[in-house]
C-alpha cells in the first residue's frame, strides 16, 4: 500500500533500463541508414556507450534495491515462476548482447552484416526487456498491478525515453547524422509517449474502481493524475525536442531533453509504486 | 507432505494481542514489525429514536493470522531466488542464505506476512515457530493465547474450520491458506465492504 | 490432589512423587488438572537457564513467567506451560504486558542512580543531580527524624504501591519501620473500589459478602453486569475474563453488559452489549424496579425475610410510614415525587423504554441471574448510590447468597492468602479517605469525619509533611486533577519531605526531592498469591533474572539501612533476615496455615517449580444468611440486606456536605446526576468523558514500554456521528479539554462509544510543563479530572466529568 516513494530505487531502475536499452533501436534504425558507414562511425561507435552506460545506471539502482546485493547470483533460480527472475535474465541478455555489439563495434571486428544482424537483436531484446519490465509486476494478488497496462505502459517508457536517448547519442558523434535520423528518434519518442501515457492513464482508470478493505487503489495517491500530467507534459516536450532534431540537432538540448524526460517517467513510475494495492491487505 | 496449518477459533478471541506480544518478544522483533496481525472490522451504526435513545446495529471483531502457509503460496510463486520454500511440514520460511531481500514476497503475499529486515539483509516472517515444533513444542503465539484461541498442527488433525473466509482477509482460493476458523456471529465474509478496519494505527 | 504446574527436571522426580502422596488433599480444591508436567530441555548442558518469576501489577492477577536466559540477560519470555492447556484448563498465562516485559526491563526509563532536586530549584521543574546511596539514606533518615519530631507521627504518610501490588514487600518495609518510630497515620478505600467498599458493601451487607466468580455459573443461566470489562483488564488465563468465556462457550451463559463502550465481552465472545449514558445507572435500576414491581418479578418472599427497605412492610420501624421506602421512590410515591417509569430512565440512560422493560422481564424470570458491576461506576460522584443501587437490584429478584449469584457487587474469588512482610503495630489511629490525600496535605487539620470521611478522630491533627512515594506514580498520574495536585505539591512549606521510589522516571519523580531507583519484582525475590481477582490457589515463587544493574536496589534493604541509621536496624531485621529469608519464613508460615488444605511443595521445590495452582470448585452451598437468617444475621445494624440503610439515614442528618454532594446522601440508593454529569455538558464541554482500564497498561505500569503502546495505544474513542460533527477523522490528533486541564491525544472513531461520550485509556504518562501551559502530550487522562468524590465514602468520583474535543494541525 501507499508511499510509492519507499520504491524509488526500483523507479530508477525501471525509468532507466528501458529508456538505455530502447536507444540502441535509434542506432540500428541509422544503421540501415548507413550511419556507420561514413567518416563518423569510429565516433557513433564510442557514443553507444551512452545508452549502455544507463542501462547500467539502472540496474546499479535496482541493486540497492536489494537488501542482500551479494546474493544476487541465485536470482537465476526462479526464471520461469517468479516474474522479477524473468525480468532480470532478460535484462542480463540484453545487457550481454548489447555490450558485446559495442566492445566488437569500438574493436572494429564488426561487418557490416553482423552489425546490423546485432543491432537488430539487440534493438527486439530491448523491446522484450521493456515489455519484462512491466511483466515483472503483473502478480495475480496485486490486482492493480496486474493488468497489461503494466506492460503496456513499461514498453512505452522504453520508446519514449529510448527516442530521445538514441537521438542525443547520434548528436554526440555527429550532427548530421543526428539530422538525418530525427524523424526515426521522434517517432519512437511520440509512439513511446502515446503509448506510455494510454498504459497509465488505462491503469489509473482501472485503480479507481480497485478496492480492498483499506479503500480504492486511486485514494492511495491523491496527486495520481497530477504525476499523469508530470508524464504527459515531460513528454511532449522530449518529443519536440527530438522533431526539432529534424533541423538543427542540439547535444545540449537533446540532453536536457533527456533528463526532462526521465524526470516524468521517474515520476510516473512513483505513481505507478503508489498504486501498489494488494488483493487484501 | 505433512502440511502444518493454523486454526483459529474466533469466537474466543478478546483482541487481546497476547499471541502477538509474545511472537514480538521470541523472535525479537524490532519496534514497528510483526509476524502476527490482529484486525478489529467493525460496521454498523447508531440510530436515534425521536425520544432522544440510541440504538445501534454495530458490530466489532478480531481476526488473528501471521503466515498462513498456503498451499499455493504467493510469495514462493514470486520469489527469484527459491529463498522462500516450503519444507517437509508445508511451513514456507525463508533460506536466509539465497534470500537477495527484493521485497517481491512482502508485495505478493495477500496477507501481509513476510517483510525484509535490511539489517539482517533478507526476508523475515512467521516461521511456525519450528524449531519449537521440533522439539514437540507449540509455536509461542498459540502457547501464548490466554484464551485458547489458537492452535498449529497437521491440518488433518485441526478441529473444523472454514478455510479463512472472513473480512478483511482474502478469497481462501487464491493462495489456499492453512487457517482455519471457527467464526463469530459478528464475522463479515470475504470482500465484504461495509466493514472498516478500527485499528489501522496498529497494523499498518 | 495437586500438580505443580511447572517444573524443572533437578525437581521433576520429587514433586511428582509428592503429587502421588497428596491425592487426600484440598477439599476446598476441584482435581488434579493437567497432563504430567514436562521436563525442559537439560538445562546444565546449554548456555540457556530458565528462571521462574511473575508478573503483579495490581491487574488482578500474578502471571507466571518463565524466562529463558542467556548470558545473564533475559532472553525471551514464555508464561505457564504446566497445567492443561485445553479450554477451561487452568493456565497462569501472561497477558500481552507481561508477555512484553523483556523490553521494559530494558527500558531506557529506567531510573538507575538515587538523585536529588537540585537545589535551589522547586519541585517541578524537573532537575536533579545524581547523588550517592549513603547521602540519599542520610538525607532521608534526618527527614524522618525531623519531621517526626516537629510534627509527630500522625504528619508522615507512606502512600499506596499499586505498581507492586500483591507480593509479599509491597511497601511494607517502610510500614515496617515507621511503626518501629511511632507510626503513620494511614489511608482507607483505594482508588479503585471506594465507593463500593466504603459507601456500599458496609450499608448493604456489612461489609463485602456473597460475592462468587463467575465458575459458579449455571447452565444457560443470564450474566447482567453494569459497567465491568473483565476481558479487557483481566486477562490472565487464569483470570475472570477466562472464566467467563469459558461459561459462555461451555454452559450456554448468556451475557449481558450495559456500559457506554463496547468491551471486549461484546465483540467476538458475542455477549449483548446495552449502551448507557455514563453515571445513570441507578436511574436505569429504578426503571427496572418498576417494570418488575409492574409485572410480579419481585422475589416477595426473599424480600420480606431478608431485606429491609424494599417497601413499607420491610421499613425499619422508626423509619416506617414516612414513604421512605424503595418502592415508595419507585413508585413515585416518596422522595422527588417522580413515578420511575421506563420512559423517565430512558430520557437519562438513553436506552429505549421498551428495551429496559425486556430487560426487566429477562432479569426477573432467569434463575439464578448473576448480577454483577464492576468498578468503573462507582469512580463518578454517585457513585456509592450507583454502587448500592445494582446491589439492590440483585436483591429484588432475590439474587443473591445462592450458587449462580453474586452480591449484585462485584465478582468474588477464592484463593490462599499470603501474608506480607509484618508491619508491626501503628499507634496512630487516624485515618483518611485514599483520594483525599492532597487535600490532607493542603487542608491538614480542617479534615473532619463528618465533612471529609476521618476515622479514628474526629478530625486530622496536621497535615501530611512527608510523603513516602514506592512503586506508584500518583503524584502527577494517577490521581484526579494533577494541576490541582501538583500546585498542592509544589508548595514546600505544606509537604516538607517528599520521596519518589520506583523502577522508572514518572512524571511523578518531578515532584520529589529524593528518587531511588528500585529493582523489578523481576529483578529480586518475589513471592505472590495467584491473584487478588483470580478464583484460583496458588503461589508463585520469582527469583531475580540476572544480578542487579547500575545502582538499583531493592527495597526491604533500603529500609533496612535506614533502619540501621534510625537506631532500630536489629528489630528491622528481625536479627538479620534478608528479602529471601522473608519470603521463604513467610511462606513456611503459609505452609503451617493451610498446609492442610493444599498439599503445597516446599520452599526450595516451590522455587524451582516456579509456582503452582489449583483450580477452586465452586461451593454448591448457599451463604449461612439464606439459609438462616435468624442464625447468621448479616453485620448491618439490622442484620439484614439493606436496600434502605439506617446508617446512611443517620448521615444524612449529621454530615456537612458541599454544595455538590447535597442531597446525594440518600438511605435508599437513589438517582443523584451529580456534578457534571450528563446534564451539565455545555457549548464549552459538550461531552461527557470517562477513561477506562485498557489492555495497554495496568493504571499506569508498563505504560510507557514502546511495544505495548504500538499494540494498544492510548487514544480517545468517539463516536462516528460525533467524530462527523467535530469535524475529526480516525486518528486525527486531538485536544482534550476540561475546567481542569487541557491534553493532546489521539483519536480512535468508532462505533465501539455511545454518542456523546468520550473515553479514553487511562494510565498513560503525563508529560507537561509544570507552569504556563500545562497542555499534556503525554496522554494522561488525569490532566482533565476533578477532584470530584463521593458523598459517603468520599472515593473518587473522576469519572464525573464533561470536556471538549477539537481536531489540531500536527
Known amino acids: 500500500m501507499g508511499n510509492g516513494f519507499s520504491e524509488a530505487a526500483l523507479a530508477v531502475f525501471t525509468t532507466l533500463a528501458p529508456m538505455g536499452a530502447c536507444a540502441f533501436i535509434v542506432l540500428c534504425a541509422a544503421c540501415f541508414k548507413g550511419a556507420f558507414e561514413g567518416v563518423a562511425a569510429k565516433t557513433l561507435d564510442k557514443a553507444a556507450f551512452l545508452p549502455l552506460v544507463v542501462v547500467a545506471v539502472g540496474f546499479i539502482g535496482a541493486f540497492f534495491h536489494l537488501a542482500s546485493p551479494l546474493n544476487a547470483f541465485f536470482v537465476f533460480m526462479g526464471v520461469g515462476s517468479s516474474p522479477l527472475s524473468n525480468e532480470v535474465t532478460v535484462g542480463v541478455v540484453f545487457f550481454v548482447l548489447a555490450a558485446v555489439y559495442c566492445i566488437l563495434a569500438v574493436a572494429g571486428k564488426l561487418s557490416a552484416g553482423a552489425r546490423k544482424g546485432l543491432l537488430v537483436a539487440v534493438s527486439v531484446m530491448a523491446v522484450v526487456f521493456s515489455v519484462f519490465c512491466g511483466l515483472a509486476y503483473t502478480m495475480y494478488t496485486i490486482p492493480t498491478w496486474d493488468t497489461p497496462a503494466s506492460v503496456v505502459q513499461m514498453l512505452g517508457y522504453g520508446l519514449l525515453g529510448g527516442g530521445i536517448l538514441g537521438l542525443l547519442t547520434l548528436a554526440l558523434a555527429d550532427a548530421e547524422i543526428a539530422r538525418e535520423n530525427a524523424m526515426a528518434g521522434a517517432a519512437l519518442s511520440i509512439a513511446g509517449l502515446v503509448i506510455g501515457v494510454a498504459g497509465f492513464a488505462w491503469q489509473i482508470m482501472a485503480a479507481q474502481s480497485t478496492a480492498n478493505i483499506w479503500g480504492t487503489a486511486a485514494d492511495q495517491v491523491p496527486a495520481i493524475w497530477g504525476l499523469f500530467g508530470a508524464l504527459a507534459v515531460c513528454g511532449i516536450i522530449g518529443a519536440a525536442v527530438a522533431g526539432t532534431s529534424r533541423k538543427k540537432p542540439v547535444p545540449a538540448a537533446l540532453a536536457a531533453a533527456v533528463v526532462v524526460v526521465a524526470v516524468g517517467i521517474f515520476f510516473a513510475r512513483i505513481g505507478f509504486y503508489g498504486l501498489y494495492m494488494s488483493v487484501a491487505l | 507432505m505433512t502440511q502444518y496449518g493454523f486454526y483459529f477459533d474466533a469466537t474466543r478471541c478478546t483482541g487481546c494481542k497476547t499471541c502477538e506480544a509474545a511472537c514480538r518478544d521470541y523472535h525479537n522483533l524490532d519496534l514497528g514489525t510483526t509476524f502476527r496481525h490482529v484486525y478489529e472490522l467493525e460496521g454498523g451504526g447508531w440510530n436515534q429514536a425521536e425520544d432522544g435513545t440510541w440504538t445501534t446495529d454495530s458490530f466489532t471483531y478480531y481476526t488473528s493470522f501471521a503466515c498462513q502457509h498456503c498451499d499455493d503460496p504467493a510469495c514462493m510463486h514470486v520469489c527469484p531466488t527459491g529463498a522462500m520454500h516450503k519444507d517437509e511440514n508445508g511451513i514456507v520460511s525463508v533460506d536466509t542464505g539465497r534470500c537477495i531481500g527484493c521485497g517481491y514476497c512482502h508485495m505478493a503475499c495477500p496477507y501481509d506476512a513476510p517483510f525484509v529486515d535490511r539489517a539482517k539483509g533478507h526476508s523475515v516472517k512467521c516461521d511456525g515457530c519450528k524449531d519449537r515444533i521440533a522439539e514437540g513444542k507449540q509455536p509461542m503465539c498459540v502457547e501464548a493465547c490466554s484464551m485458547r484461541a489458537l492452535q498449529f498442527a497437521p491440518v488433518d488433525q485441526l478441529p473444523e474450520g472454514e478455510r479463512a473466509a472472513v473480512a478483511p482477509l482474502p478469497d481462501p482460493e487464491l493462495t489456499k491458506p492453512n487457517l482455519y476458523i471457527k467464526n463469530c456471529a459478528a464475522a463479515h465474509a470475504v470482500g465484504d465492504t461495509s466493514c472498516r478496519v478500527a485499528n489501522e494505527a496498529e497494523v499498518k | ?810
Open chain 3, 1 to 810: 490432589m495437586r500438580e505443580a504446574t511447572t517444573m524443572t527436571r533437578r525437581t521433576f522426580a520429587k514433586a511428582a512423587g509428592l503429587a502421588g502422596l497428596a491425592a487426600a488433599g484440598a477439599g476446598a480444591s476441584s482435581g488434579l488438572f493437567g497432563e504430567a508436567p514436562k521436563a525442559f530441555a537439560d538445562e546444565e548442558a546449554s548456555d540457556e537457564q530458565i528462571v521462574y518469576t511473575h508478573c503483579h501489577v495490581n491487574c488482578g492477577g500474578a502471571c507466571v513467567l518463565q524466562c529463558h536466559v542467556k548470558d545473564g540477560e533475559l532472553a525471551y519470555v514464555e508464561s505457564d506451560t504446566a497445567g492443561s492447556s485445553e479450554f477451561g484448563g487452568v493456565q497462569a498465562r501472561a497477558c500481552l504486558r507481561g508477555r512484553s516485559i523483556r523490553r521494559w526491563l530494558g527500558s531506557d526509563e529506567r531510573l538507575n542512580y538515587p538523585m536529588k532536586r537540585v537545589e535551589g530549584t522547586k519541585r517541578g521543574d524537573g532537575k536533579y543531580e545524581q547523588i550517592s546511596w549513603d547521602e540519599a539514606l542520610d538525607t532521608i533518615a534526618s527527614e524522618m527524624k525531623r519531621i517526626r519530631e516537629t510534627y509527630g507521627s500522625e504528619s508522615i504518610f507512606i502512600q499506596e504501591c499499586s505498581g507492586v501490588e500483591q507480593n509479599i514487600m509491597m511497601n511494607n518495609p517502610f510500614f515496617r519501620l515507621s511503626n518501629l518510630l511511632g507510626g503513620e497515620v494511614t489511608r482507607y478505600g483505594s482508588y479503585s473500589s471506594a465507593s463500593i467498599s466504603f459507601g456500599a458493601y458496609p450499608y448493604v451487607y456489612g461489609g463485602s459478602w456473597g460475592n462468587r466468580s463467575f465458575k459458579t455459573l449455571q447452565d444457560g443461566e443470564l450474566v447482567v453486569m453494569f459497567g465491568f470489562s473483565p476481558n479487557d483488564m483481566r486477562m490472565a488465563g487464569d483470570g475472570p475474563g477466562y472464566d467467563l468465556a469459558v461459561a459462555m462457550e461451555q454452559k450456554g451463559v448468556r451475557v449481558i453488559n450495559i456500559d457506554p463502550r463496547r468491551t471486549e465481552t461484546c465483540t467476538n465472545l458475542g455477549a449483548e452489549w446495552i449502551p448507557i449514558v455514563p453515571g445513570t445507572d441507578a436511574a436505569l435500576v429504578a426503571a427496572l424496579a418498576h417494570e418488575l414491581i409492574a409485572n410480579n418479578l419481585i422475589d416477595t418472599e426473599f424480600v420480606n425475610k431478608y431485606v429491609v427497605g424494599f417497601n413499607e412492610d420491610t421499613m425499619p420501624e422508626d423509619a416506617k410510614g414516612q414513604h421512605l421506602s424503595y418502592y415508595d421512590y419507585v413508585k413515585g410515591t416518596g422522595y422527588d415525587m417522580v413515578e420511575k417509569t421506563p420512559e423517565w430512565a430512558s430520557a437519562i440512560t438513553r436506552i429505549p423504554a421498551e428495551r429496559i422493560s425486556q430487560l426487566a422481564q429477562e432479569i426477573g424470570t432467569a434463575k439464578p441471574c448473576f448480577i454483577c458491576q464492576g468498578l468503573g461506576m462507582q469512580r463518578h460522584a454517585n457513585g456509592d448510590n450507583a454502587s448500592r443501587s445494582v446491589m439492590a437490584l440483585a436483591l429484588m429478584v432475590g439474587q443473591v447468597g445462592k450458587p449462580g449469584t453474586t452480591s449484585g457487587g462485584t465478582i468474588g474469588n477464592g484463593g490462599i492468602g499470603l501474608s506480607s512482610l509484618p508491619t508491626g503495630d501503628n499507634p496512630v489511629t487516624v485515618q483518611f479517605p485514599q483520594y483525599l490525600w492532597p487535600e490532607a496535605i493542603r487542608d491538614g487539620e480542617k479534615l473532619t469525619a463528618t465533612h471529609d470521611g476521618i476515622k479514628g478522630a474526629d478530625k486530622l491533627n496536621v497535615g501530611i509533611k512527608m510523603l513516602i512515594n514506592y512503586g506508584n506514580n500518583m503524584m502527577a498520574n494517577q490521581n484526579g486533577d494533577i494541576n490541582t495536585t501538583t500546585d498542592i505539591l509544589r508548595d514546600e512549606s505544606k509537604c516538607e519531605f517528599i520521596l519518589q521510589y520506583d523502577v522508572a522516571w514518572t512524571d511523578s519523580c518531578n515532584w520529589a526531592d529524593i528518587v531511588l531507583p528500585d529493582l523489578t519484582p523481576q529483578e529480586t525475590y518475589s513471592l505472590s498469591a495467584a491473584g487478588e481477582c483470580n478464583d484460583i490457589a496458588g503461589i508463585r515463587f520469582g527469583q531475580p533474572l540476572y544480578e542487579p544493574k547500575f545502582e538499583r536496589r531493592e527495597i526491604y534493604e533500603v529500609c533496612a539501612e535506614l533502619a540501621e541509621r534510625l537506631g532500630v536496624g536489629d528489630e528491622f531485621t528481625d536479627g538479620g533476615l534478608t528479602r529471601e529469608d522473608w519470603c521463604r519464613r513467610q511462606y513456611d508460615e503459609l505452609v503451617e496455615t493451610v498446609g492442610d488444605t493444599y498439599d503445597m511443595p516446599t520452599y526450595d521445590e516451590g522455587v524451582a517449580m516456579g509456582a503452582f495452582s489449583y483450580d477452586i470448585a465452586p461451593s454448591m452451598d448457599n451463604d449461612p444468611f439464606i439459609d438462616d437468617p435468624e442464625a447468621n444475621p448479616l453485620t448491618t445494624v439490622t442484620g439484614k440486606a439493606q436496600i434502605y440503610s439506617p446508617e446512611i439515614a443517620e448521615m444524612a442528618k449529621t454530615w456537612t456536605l458541599d454544595e455538590s454532594e447535597k442531597n446525594a446522601i440518600t438511605a435508599i440508593p437513589t438517582y443523584v446526576p451529580g456534578p457534571d454529569s450528563a446534564d451539565d455538558v455545555t457549548d464549552e464541554f459538550p461531552f461527557q468523558f470517562v477513561d477506562f482500564h485498557h489492555k495497554c497498561t495496568t493504571h499506569s505500569t508498563y505504560a510507557h514500554n514502546p511495544v505495548v503502546q504500538e499494540m494498544a495505544p492510548f487514544q480517545a474513542w468517539i463516536n462516528p456521528i460525533d467524530a462527523e460533527r467535530m469535524g475529526i477523522s480516525d486518528l486525527d490528533t486531538v485536544r482534550l479539554t476540561s475546567a481542569q486541564g487541557s491534553m493532546i491525544t489521539q483519536a480512535k472513531v468508532t462505533n465501539r462509544i455511545m454518542p456523546g461520550v468520550i473515553m479514553h485509556a487511562q494510565g498513560s504518562w503525563h508529560s507537561a510543563p509544570a507552569e504556563g501551559d500545562r497542555t499534556d502530550t503525554g496522554r494522561c487522562t488525569n490532566t482533565l479530572t476533578s477532584r470530584q468524590r463521593n458523598p459517603i465514602s468520599k472515593g473518587t468520583g473522576q469519572h464525573s466529568l464533561i470536556c471538549a474535543i477539537e481536531k489540531v494541525e500536527e
